[in-house]
């Protein structure tokens, strides 16, 4: 599995402008992958019509905190995965920046993220979520006790992406890499990808939909969006790409 199906999003923190997904993405296609396929707004009686748009600031007043908006991934525990057993767990700065750094540095992972440079950028980008409401909450993903990757779970229903699809309250959005070079190509994109958006409906009874917006040229990320249980809803334009909404709903979670 190239490593482009798990470098698959760029998601600043709430302090500084959103960036949806990755301004670059290896050459392919912009036609829809194979696999099922909606458009979201294609017919007028669809289910997916737009609820009213976010305030400005993107949602009212939340109790402050890492968890005031999506729960706490911090007790979410671990999900028995294909490939191990998979938790995530947020950020601490003081210990995990070294090791973000290090990752967001990768050439493969730069291209995606653009973060790469001094740690202080690392720093900043990670730091600006960890204060906040808890709509963006950063996260390592933890395989059989050892560090794989780095998570970001977002509110994409009180994020600006929330202006370019038919968002519905908690929408939950996932941005994700996997670290290592050596972690790459055997086979874990997909399964953490439908481990996590699993574990995100289990812990949070509120959300119908994990959400994802990979570039839509990157066709291996589309595909392991597809294989992990997601569906491709619709082509959206976001700022610096055209993206592929991938969705993986509650209500298909047991037939995708």
Request: hydrophobic share 35%; with cysteine; charged share 25%.
């Amino acid at each position: 599995m190239p490593a482009t199906d798990v470098t698959t999003g760029y998601g600043p923190g709430p302090a500084r402008p959103h960036r949806v997904g990755p301004s670059t993405a290896t050459a392919g296609p912009r036609t829809p992958p194979p696999g099922p396929c909606t458009r979201e707004d294609d017919d007028p009686g669809s289910e997916d019509t737009p609820h009213p748009r976010p305030p400005a600031e993107f949602g009212e007043p939340h109790a402050a905190g890492p968890a005031g908006l999506l729960g706490h991934p911090a007790t979410w525990g671990a999900v028995t995965t294909p490939v191990g057993s998979f938790r995530l767990e947020p950020v601490r700065l003081d210990h995990d920046l070294p090791l973000v750094h290090r990752w967001m540095n990768d050439p493969a992972v730069a291209d995606f993220w653009e973060l790469a440079g001094p740690r202080d950028r690392t720093e900043d980008h990670l730091r600006s979520q960890l204060p906040g409401d808890g709509r963006s909450v950063p996260c390592l993903g933890v395989l059989d006790g050892t560090p794989i990757g780095y998570w970001e779970i977002y509110r994409a229903d009180l994020d600006p992406l929330a202006r370019h699809y038919p968002a519905r309250p908690h929408d939950t959005g996932i941005h994700l890499l996997v670290g290592a070079a050596a972690d790459r190509g055997r086979g874990l994109g997909s399964a953490l990808l439908r481990a996590v958006a699993d574990l995100i409906l289990d812990r949070r009874p509120a959300c119908e939909r994990v959400v994802a917006e990979p570039d839509l040229r990157n066709t291996p990320s589309v595909a392991a969006f597809l294989r992990a249980g997601f569906r491709f809803a619709a082509e959206i334009e976001v700022p610096g790409k055209r993206a592929a909404l991938m969705i993986r709903d509650r209500a298909l979670r047991d037939v995708l």
